[in-house]
């Protein structure tokens, strides 16, 4: 059972941007039921989960969990066997390809680009939702590149062909390329698997400057629950296609938790001045 959460109960609060009048959009998805076409059943079901306005919301889970179904169908990448994702409060399957992509970017763990584009080239592409088909790029186009390529760190490299990067630099080069859409939510799918923890950490950092400074929703699919701890404001556990629990780091994250959904023995410094510092011993038996 999910704890309770002060912006669920009865609404969610929201803080205005400091360079717009608009507010941050929550995201919610209701009596939901996600699977694949090639599944039989759900892989997700879920009475309803919220990814609160203006928050960073870390999905955590072992492998097979769900988190990325999840997170998917919440991006309306996948079809919903049955409920409603609503991101302030109009359905995102009411919603144009276009219209949606304004309001919600998605980052997934597959992307591929021809190795020989430019990191500015890649990020222009984020822009896509808000031109038509025969619009040059504008002043704002190029506003909105230039302070995604300055939050993701990759102003050095803008220059560079995606195909001479490592994994770390084109990773922050695709995280650019969303922020370029200037969106309300966004969704980030393991931005961090298969990275060094110094671009683990340049991630996480830019996730937390958005919340901070363009009062971002976001939602991030993490397999390090320590990482996960340390920067998000929630997590929601996943076990077995199910909301396992959610709420902040500091009440969700506990040696029960560790035990029941991740199979470890473990201690929990609930204490720690950065969030739950986890202590594992041993893995236990599924």
Avoid at 16 to 40: F, H
Avoid at 129 to 152: N, Q
Avoid at 159 to 185: C, F, H, N, Y
Avoid at 258 to 267: C, E, Q, R
């Amino acid at each position: 059972m999910a704890n309770e959460h002060a912006n669920t109960d009865g609404g969610v609060v929201y803080e205005e941007r400091e360079d717009a009048t608009t507010p941050a959009s929550d995201l919610v998805g209701e009596a939901l039921a996600i699977g694949y076409p090639t599944t039989k059943h759900p892989i997700v079901e879920c009475e309803k989960v919220v990814i609160p306005a203006g928050e960073v919301t870390a999905l955590v889970g072992p492998n097979g969990s769900g988190k990325s179904t999840l997170l998917k169908g919440m991006a309306k990448q996948l079809s919903l066997d049955r409920g409603h994702i609503l991101i302030d409060g109009a359905d995102v399957h009411s919603l144009g390809s276009k219209e949606l992509a304004k309001k919600l970017g998605l980052l997934s763990q597959e992307h591929e680009s021809p190795g020989s584009l430019t990191v500015e080239d890649l990020v222009y592409h984020g822009r896509y939702p808000h031109r038509g088909f025969f619009e040059t790029v504008t002043e704002t186009d190029h506003e909105a590149v230039e302070r995604a390529i300055d939050l993701a760190g990759v102003t050095e490299i803008r220059d560079e062909e995606l195909g001479s990067l490592s994994g770390g630099q084109k990773q922050l080069a695709w995280i650019a390329m969303v922020l370029a859409q200037d969106t309300d939510v966004l969704l980030l799918d393991e931005p961090t698997t298969y990275l060094d923890l110094h671009h683990q950490l340049r991630v996480m950092e830019v996730i937390r400057t958005l919340k901070a400074e363009r009062d971002v929703t976001i939602a991030v699919v993490l397999h390090d629950i320590g990482m996960a701890a340390r920067f998000a404001d929630n997590l929601i556990a996943m076990k077995d296609g199910a909301l396992y629990d959610w709420g902040p780091p500091r009440e969700v994250v506990t040696n029960e938790l560790l035990a029941d959904v991740f199979h470890v023995d473990a201690d929990v410094d609930a204490a720690s001045e950065t969030g739950p510092h986890i202590a594992p011993h041993r893995a236990l038996e599924k």
